[in-house]
């Protein structure tokens, strides 16, 4: 068990099985090119079944080194889904169930990178405050696609000729896609006050929006790593402190045995 326990919590062991991913998610998009995919299926498929079976072999010894520690850690759930969906799905004919599956494995990259867990974490930590942001987008969306509707929609009918064009519209606007030539300088020739509008809705709704985002997920992914070091400072004094004991009972050993 301990020999097993060094194998599976080696790092060695580890990279391996990010390079397999990573060889994983190559093999998956070059399965997307059919002269290939044609050429050589034997070989995707016999590829596929052992990289399947490497990962339910790593799943099967963390179970039995982590025990009920395993299911306590929601990646490992996670690892152990995609895993016993590819293995329950390998042979049956729910072949689309079974590709969203070997997708699915690319994600296990951030079950194996700390970093891109704690990005992750920080993301999930970040939804409460974005659902807030996103509501206060929303009624932004909303005045800004009533405003339009009310004072562009005879200018320009195709896009802001009711609520839900509008809304399709700012939402171009929003990823700053083609805004200025295919939507806002037409109407700017009708309408010379129209930059105020537009200029607003994306300084508003792009720019100090998606930074509250953004920074809300910095700031979450800031006190992860923080909390990791306060855990990794505790740690070390914890080991300093069994250092010293460990010299004070050498020592006490040594006064006994010279008495």
Not at 5 to 34: C, W
Not at 74 to 97: E, K, R
Request: proline fraction near 3%; charge should be negative.
């Amino acid at each position: 068990m301990n020999s097993l326990r060094k194998f599976v919590m080696d790092i060695r062991f580890n990279r391996f099985i990010i390079g397999l991913i990573i060889f994983n998610a190559i093999l998956i998009g070059l399965e997307t090119f059919p002269n290939i995919y044609e050429n050589y299926h034997t070989y995707f498929v016999v590829i596929d079944i052992i990289i399947l079976a490497i990962f339910t072999l790593e799943v099967i010894f963390k179970i039995i080194v982590l025990k009920k520690g395993f299911f306590s850690n929601p990646w490992n759930i996670f690892d152990l889904v995609i895993v016993l969906g590819s293995v329950i799905l390998y042979s049956t004919p729910f072949v689309s169930v079974l590709r969203i599956f070997r997708v699915l494995r690319v994600f296990r990259t951030i079950t194996v990178i700390p970093t891109l867990r704690r990005i992750v974490s920080a993301l999930f930590m970040a939804i409460p405050t974005i659902s807030s942001v996103l509501l206060i987008m929303l009624i932004i969306f909303y005045v800004y696609a009533i405003l339009g509707t009310s004072f562009y929609g005879d200018i320009a009918p195709e896009y802001f000729g009711d609520i839900f064009l509008s809304f399709v519209t700012l939402f171009q606007i929003f990823t700053l896609e083609s805004w200025a030539s295919g939507i806002f300088r037409p109407i700017f020739t009708e309408e010379p006050w129209s930059w105020l509008y537009f200029i607003s809705f994306i300084v508003i709704a792009t720019f100090i929006m998606i930074n509250l985002i953004v920074g809300e997920i910095v700031n979450n992914a800031q006190k992860i790593t923080d909390d990791i070091e306060e855990d990794t400072d505790e740690i070390k004094e914890d080991t300093s402190e069994i250092k010293e004991l460990r010299k004070e009972i050498r020592e006490l050993k040594e006064m006994l045995q010279n008495k």
